[in-house]
């Protein structure tokens, strides 16, 4: 199975509530991404967060990395409609390559 | 600053024939990368180069070639087209390894 495995597949909420989003991985990491891509167009950039950082925010994005239990979570405070998308975490493995593992994504869908 | 310019956005090969996929970037990166993205799934990494005239392999590079003659343009071939290759496909590229990776808008192939 992929590197990074995120839960849930799909999220449906209303407007003004919060979303949240986790990502597990099985290898040490040298930092994780999360990135948001809107129907039909490439990724776009939400936060990296590094392997010896445990929290940092974005306007209305947190997100966690909890090294010891191989996890993170992007949490979007009070969601809008235009927050629909899907949002991927990628990991970028300790090797130095560069090279960005993606995981299956998470489907949000925040209704008016 | 156009970013990462892929060419075309879309593309319908017949079985067999050959194509190069083009990408661009204005940013003076070093790092540059192809995914391709199915249905249903996140990205998976076909091949990337760390600068001028080196390349490397990916998760799923059987069928495609890349070279890296210039910091700017890392094009990306197939050489003869399969059907299991119709697929979205991402240029990516970032300042240093382990940095922000920036993406095109995507190029969406069928081989039929």
């Known amino acids: 199975s992929q590197q990074g495995e995120e839960d849930p597949q799909a999220l449906s909420i209303q407007e003004g509530e919060n979303a949240t989003m986790n990502c597990s991985y099985k290898t040490s990491i040298n930092n994780l991404q999360w990135y948001r891509q809107n129907s039909g167009r490439g990724l776009v950039h939400l936060i990296l967060?590094?392997?010896?950082?445990r929290e940092k925010h974005s306007g209305r994005l947190r997100v966690t990395l909890d090294t010891s239990k191989k996890s993170s979570s992007l949490l979007i405070t009070a969601s809008r409609a235009a927050d629909t998308a899907s949002y991927f975490c990628a990991t970028d493995l300790s090797s130095n390559t560069g090279k960005l593992i993606f995981g299956q994504g998470t489907t949000l869908q925040v209704k008016p | 600053n156009a970013g990462v310019t892929q060419t075309p956005k879309f593309q319908v090969l017949k079985t067999g024939q050959s194509m190069t996929l083009q990408c661009a970037q204005d940013?003076?990166?070093?790092?540059m990368s192809w995914y391709r993205q199915d249905p249903g799934m996140g990205l998976r990494l076909i091949h990337y180069s760390v600068g001028a005239g080196i390349t490397d392999q990916g998760e799923v590079p059987n069928g495609y070639n890349v070279s890296r003659s210039t910091t700017e343009d890392f094009p990306l071939r197939l050489l003869s087209a399969a059907p299991s290759q119709t697929s979205v496909y991402f240029c990516?590229?970032?300042?240093?390894?382990?940095?922000?990776?920036?993406f095109g808008e995507g190029s969406w192939l069928t081989v039929v």
């Open positions: 940013m003076n990166h070093e790092y």
């Open positions: 990516a590229s970032s300042d240093l390894v382990g940095n922000t990776i920036y």
């Open positions: 967060i590094r392997s010896n950082e």
